[in-house]
T-cell receptor, first 113, second 110 residues
Framework: EAEVAQSPRYKITEKSQAVAFWCDPI?????LYWYRQILGQGPELLVQ????????DSQLPKDRFSAERLKGVDSTLKIQPAELGDSAMYLC???????????FGQGTRLTVV | AQRVTQPEKLLSVFKGAPVELKCNYS??????LFWYVQYSRQRLQLLLR??SRESIKGFTADLNKGETSFHLKKPFAQEEDSAMYYC????????????FGKGTHLIIQP
């Protein structure tokens, strides 16, 4: 069964360092999402792509976060510099165009020390 | 402001008892409502959505636009229902991103 792949599963980084997460969506899914889930909260949308274009990045802290999906397939989310408050689970999800069911990856758990 | 409220952080019921997980939403348009579930050590997955009007694993949810609610119900809880449940909505525009509630941890006691 096709699944959304994310790596790494866990990442520990020091404050002010750069960190990057990778996501490979289900083949054929044009829509890709990055969510952040702080402990005890629900996921919060950071950015949405349709193919290689950003559809919604209104909640992305653009001073330190960036996301790209250059060829419209896999995607990278970067944080530079990382801050203590960035410690969270970063979830990637994908869906088919105009299909509201989103399929989630296992997530990357980031700890900033 | 757009938000989803799940008032119960934790809900514990005995096996065989009825279950109701509450969800209220705040949105001015015509959203599409969802319930997502996360079992222990598994990824977040769709349980059901209001447009399909299906019963999945014995769970149902009815959208009440007047009360802006989308409560999840099951008449007889099973131990395998223990999980985190998240209510969510999008703007109803196809594959728009989701706004999630904080989740309810459901524990089914034997």
């Amino acid at each position: 069964e096709a699944e959304v792949a994310q790596s790494p599963r866990y990442k520990i980084t020091e404050k002010s360092q750069a960190v990057a997460f990778w996501c490979d969506p289900i083949s054929g899914h044009a829509t890709l999402y990055w969510y952040r889930q702080i402990l005890g909260q629900g996921p919060e949308l950071l950015v949405q792509f349709q193919d290689e274009s950003v559809v919604d990045d209104s909640q992305l802290p653009k001073d330190r976060f960036s996301a790209e999906r250059l060829k419209g397939v896999d995607s990278t989310l970067k944080i530079q510099p990382a801050e203590l408050g960035d410690s969270a689970m970063y979830l990637c999800a994908s869906s088919q165009p105009m299909n509201t069911e989103a399929f989630f990856g296992q997530g990357t758990r980031l700890t900033v020390v | 402001a757009q938000r989803v409220t799940q008032p119960e952080k934790l809900l514990s019921v005995f096996k065989g008892a009825p279950v109701e997980l509450k969800c209220n939403y705040s949105y001015s348009g015509s959203p599409e409502l969802f319930w997502y579930v996360q079992y222990s050590r598994q990824r977040l997955q769709l349980l059901l959505r209001h447009i399909s009007r299906e019963s999945i694993k014995g769970f149902t949810a009815d959208l009440n636009k007047g009360e802006t609610s989308f409560h999840l119900k099951k008449p007889f809880a099973q131990e395998e229902d223990s999980a985190m449940y998240y209510c969510a909505f999008n703007s109803g525009g196809g594959a728009d991103g989701l706004t999630f509630g904080k989740g309810t941890h459901l524990i089914i006691q034997p």
